[in-house]
């Protein structure tokens, strides 16, 4: 099963990646070890922290018409 919704910010990445998070099982903890970063970092990118590379990348998005869509996979051991 998957699940697709449309990124046009942050905050819809980063609602995108939590429920992904969620979906896989993982603490933000959890995938800040896997990743070799901060739980407050995947906390940050979760709530769609404003940053200046965020903000660049989708209002270059804007204005070239780009859209970007995000798919979560439901992992194999999942699947009803």
Do not use: C, N
Request: glycine share 8%; hydrophobic share 40%; aromatic share 4%.
């Amino acid at each position: 099963m998957e699940y697709s919704g449309k990124v046009s910010s942050a905050e819809s990445l980063g609602l995108m990646l939590q429920q992904a998070r969620m979906v896989s099982g993982l603490s933000q903890r959890e995938l800040a070890t896997r990743l070799g970063t901060t739980q407050r970092y995947i906390w940050e990118l979760e709530s769609g922290k404003p940053s200046i590379l965020m903000d660049r990348l989708f209002a270059a998005m804007r204005e070239t018409g780009l859209h970007l869509t995000a798919t979560i996979s439901m992992p194999a051991d999942q699947h009803g």
